[in-house]
């Protein structure tokens, strides 16, 4: 559960802000969409792999 603490005073568009800015980098969101469906452990390997790979071309240039 996230908690925003806010001053009586501050203005209810500033509280928002800091709420949809801590929600986003809890990550819930995107934790919840990977729940959604059922990945196997092979294929999750396989993907991080070619993120790697393609990462690493990126870094290197050779990425035409």
């Known amino acids: 559960m996230l ?4 001053k009586d005073c501050e203005n209810i568009d500033k509280a928002l802000k800091k709420y949809k800015k801590k929600f986003e ?3 819930t969101l995107l934790q919840l969409r990977e729940r959604q469906a ?3 452990p092979s294929v999750r390997r396989r ?3 070619l993120k790697a790979v393609y990462k690493q071309q990126l870094a290197t240039g050779k990425f035409d």
């Open 3 to 6: 908690i925003i603490d806010s």
């Open 47 to 49: 993907t991080q792999v």
């Open 38 to 40: 059922f990945t196997k």
């Open 25 to 27: 980098k809890s990550r």
